[in-house]
């Protein structure tokens, strides 16, 4: 089974720090994915990654970075939190598109991140 | 973007009973995706249907999907208390990013004992 492990399921932090959250998958997929989510919102993709070093905006980049120095990791970087930055926040990954349509996306867990 | 949007927003039955939600999406699609959320968890994928297919079936759910009226429907037949979670829709747009899953907001089920 496909593995997406988030680093935090619970993180506390104050405005202004800088706040990493790590995604690990160990299937190989090309694809991996930020999304938040919050009460009434749904999911909201913040960055994608469809290769290494690639990366893409999603619906709503602002105030977030991505890296992906290596195919398995995928990391969030929030640079100067805020308090709207309060959310629970998903990894996923999926396997190249195949020409039939996307692929399903594994998730992890989550991490519910609280800016105080 | 909004593209698929889950109704009703929340739905309360009885164990043994059906639950029936629906997707409405907007532009034409590859595929349509349904997800399952439990409480403080991820996403989990539970079946995909093809543009091109009308009926789909896994276990005890049952999805159709009719491109011209651009709406899907998953159905969980015998429910049982297990199957309370949140329930997801997710559309492929064609033509847009590959990989990018555009999600609902979901329909929360509770199946009561």
Known sequence: DVKVTQSSRYLVK???EKVFLECVQDMDHENMFWYRQDPGLGL????FSYDVKM????DIPEG??????KKERFSLILESTSTNQTSMYLCASSPHW?????QPQHFGDGTRLSIL | SQQGEEDPQALS????ENATMNCS????INNL?????NSGRGLVHLILIRSNEREKHSGRLRVTLDTSKKSSSLLITASRAADTASYFCATDARGGSQGNLIFGKGTKLSVKP
């Not at chain 1, 195949?98 to 996307?102: F, H, I, M, V």
Request: glycine share 14%; proline share 0%.
């Open chain 1, 14 to 16: 104050r405005t202004g």
């Open chain 1, 44 to 47: 909201r993709l913040i960055y």
């Open chain 1, 55 to 58: 990366k893409e905006k999603g």
């Open chain 1, 64 to 69: 977030y970075s991505v890296s992906r120095e």
């Open chain 1, 98 to 102: 195949t020409g039939l349509g996307n």
């Open chain 2, 13 to 16: 039955i009885q164990e043994g």
């Open chain 2, 25 to 28: 999406y907007k532009t034409s």
């Open chain 2, 33 to 37: 995706q349904w997800y399952r959320q």
